[in-house]
């Protein structure tokens, strides 16, 4: 049983690596793809086709694919001043409960922004813009942070690292 | 009447307290916020719509492209320091300032104030420079306690001259043009630095034993100060393309970051390929360390911005602005007293929360109110940045003194840079009163450009 979460504890903190990759190669992406598109914009009077849509579609992937690599450092941003002046136990016993309803809110969150971005995909959503970039892959990117937010806070509750 | 025949006072005003005690129970900031604002929608609308609300307001908030500024600036500011480009300036500015008593501190604040130009967070800037020039101020007879605040305190001034994320952050939750509030910052930082730099002078005329002797190590020749100048051309062409571009009417906000961002990964790339084998595997190293610190910080930033823009809904939905509005406007308030109530609740909330999570939560309640009163936006944004700022500096959660800790010499405790603090701190408020007193130091250069 030990072995087993160790090893799902490891393959976690892949996925999350793999994660954050995706989300620090977005950002360059798009730093890249903004200066091609003010020098092509300049130089040529040729505007690079819908910057901003493609931004907007990949902006999710920069945010919300580095929540759990983030939490798995702990380095999410919580005030522990009160928790502090209480008995060790009483910090544990408190700790273990707001773990467990952030656990729970990013497993709600994950489940209904799948339906939405599902439903999205299931119609081939698109956007209003000069070239089609499809809405869905955008949506794509909360359901998948947030689950795998959500079992990085199981699993700190499981392993008991609170 | 609001939902449950609840006043929307008493809604909105049990969706703060819930919040507290999420945030007082140690529940991460985002999901204080989320949960706080959940629970109240849906006690306003019911499950399904709240749902429907929480996740496209987060969403949309979340995929707003002018927001790529702050992971861009982010990145500007770690590239920066890992390629040495916060080490240069400061080298340089020692060369000038070195062989004066208060020199090395001075130059500390300085090389802070010209490395904001290129990093927008001050917790990194504290950290870097308490690294590289609080050792060296200890060298040269500064009291540890001294050396560690100046850095500490320094790297707030970061925060105010462009790019600063608090600004990007402010303008986005309030509608405030970021390239305004971003401008506005630059006269309140040369402000503080000037504050600072004074406080040091003052420091060591009052308390001689704070600075024991004047260096003799930075003692240098004119050819030599003047040939410094030459590591300050990445600050400057940085600046000149952020400040140019964006002033100039040639680049958005998020353009500028996109440039100057590409120019700092540019600069460091060819000094790494500059370097030997080893270095070059080491700087490459350092890439990306630099690149996974841009995607947590920003991680970390977005998740509480999100989240603030769903608790805003929750606000705007009880009412509870629009009925404080009244009740402040009924109260024949003046603007200025109800700015600085504000401020002093800015303060204090800065001594618990960090920047960031402050702007997200007041923002909401105060801005609505802050415009029914008429007051000046630009002038407003100035005085909460730099309120915001004493906060970092402020025990017990002053974020610029844990990452001054974080890097400090094993012989230096959080309590020693605790206590050469405060006299930053008074200079912070000082400076607080003057923008008070000079509402123009804010204000004149927004004015100069559309």
Redo the contacts between chains.
């Keep these: 049983m030990k072995m087993n979460l160790w090893e799902a504890d490891r393959f976690l903190k892949k996925i999350e690596k793999a994660l954050?990759v995706i989300?620090?190669s977005t950002?360059?992406g798009?730093?890249?793809l903004?200066?091609i598109?003010?020098t092509s914009r300049?130089f040529f009077n040729l505007p690079f086709p819908a910057t901003?849509e493609v931004?907007?579609?990949l902006?999710?992937y920069?945010?919300?694919?580095?929540?759990a690599?983030?939490?798995s450092?702990n380095?999410?941003?919580?005030?522990?001043?009160?928790?502090n002046i209480l008995p060790a136990r009483a910090q544990k016993a408190?700790?273990l409960?707001?773990y467990l309803?952030?656990c729970c809110?990013c497993m709600?969150?994950a489940w209904?922004?799948w339906i939405?971005f599902w439903r999205s995909f299931m119609i081939n959503e698109e956007m209003m813009a000069a070239i089609r970039i499809p809405w869905w892959f955008?949506?794509f990117a909360?359901p998948v942070g947030m689950a795998v937010f959500g079992i990085r806070y199981l699993m700190i509750i499981i392993k008991r690292e609170v | 009447m609001g939902a449950f025949g609840l006043d929307p006072l008493v809604l909105g005003g049990l969706g703060i307290a819930l919040l507290f005690v999420l945030l007082a129970l140690g529940t991460h900031i985002g999901f204080a916020l989320i949960i706080a604002s959940a629970i109240g929608l849906a006690v306003v609308t019911g499950f399904k719509p709240m749902t429907d609300m929480v996740i496209n307001s987060f969403y949309h908030k979340i995929s707003n492209p002018t927001l790529i500024t702050l992971p861009l600036f982010i990145l500007m500011g770690h590239l920066a320091s890992g390629g040495g480009i916060s080490r240069d300036i400061y080298e340089s500015l020692s060369l000038w300032l070195g062989k004066f008593r208060s020199g090395l501190g001075i130059a500390t604040v300085l090389a802070c104030a010209a490395f904001g130009t290129v990093c927008g967070a001050s917790v990194v800037a504290s950290a870097v420079f308490s690294k590289i020039s609080a050792p060296q101020m200890r060298r040269q007879g500064y009291d540890k306690s001294l050396a560690y605040a100046i850095a500490s305190a320094s790297g707030a001034i970061g925060m105010l001259i462009p790019p600063s994320i608090l600004a990007i952050v402010y303008g986005t939750l309030s509608g405030v043009s970021i390239g305004k509030v971003l401008m506005a910052g630059i006269a309140p930082g040369i402000l503080v630095t000037i504050a600072f730099s004074l406080t040091i002078v003052l420091m060591s005329k009052i308390k001689p034993s704070y600075i024991k002797r004047g260096s003799t190590e930075y003692s240098a020749t004119w050819a030599q100060r003047i040939k410094s100048l030459k590591s300050w051309w990445t600050v400057t062409i940085v600046a000149l393309s952020i400040f140019g571009g964006m002033y100039g009417g040639v680049f958005s906000p998020s353009e500028a970051a996109s440039v100057a961002a590409l120019l700092i990964s540019l600069i460091y790339l060819i000094r790494m390929f500059n370097g030997d084998k080893n270095k070059r595997k080491q700087d490459f190293r350092e890439l990306i360390r630099c690149l996974n610190e841009t995607a947590i910080t920003s991680a970390l930033i977005f998740f509480i911005f999100g989240s603030a823009t769903v608790f805003s809904q929750f606000i705007v939905l009880t009412g509870l602005t629009i009925t404080i509005s009244e009740l402040v406007i009924g109260a024949n308030l003046s603007p200025i007293v109800l700015v600085i109530v504000f401020t002093v609740i800015f303060v204090v909330l800065g001594m618990f929360l960090d920047g960031i999570s402050i702007l997200c939560i007041t923002i909401p309640v105060f801005n609505p109110i802050i415009s029914a009163a008429g007051i000046d936006a630009i002038w407003y944004a100035t005085i909460v940045i730099l309120s915001v700022e004493v906060g970092l500096i402020t025990p017990p959660v002053g974020l610029n003194l844990f990452a001054a800790k974080g890097v400090a010499e094993p012989d230096v405790s959080l309590e020693d840079i605790v206590r050469g603090i405060w006299p930053f701190v008074i200079a912070m408020l000082a400076c607080v009163v003057i923008l008070f007193a000079f509402p123009g130091i804010g204000t004149f250069l927004p004015r100069l450009v559309n």
Aim: no cysteine; net charge positive.
């Design positions: 954050i989300s620090w950002t360059l798009i730093m890249f903004t200066v598109d003010i300049f901003w931004s907007e579609v902006m999710p920069i945010v919300v694919f580095g929540f690599f983030t939490l450092i380095a999410h941003v919580r005030a522990t001043m009160f928790l408190i700790t409960f707001v309803l952030s809110t709600w969150l209904f922004s939405k955008g949506r909360l």
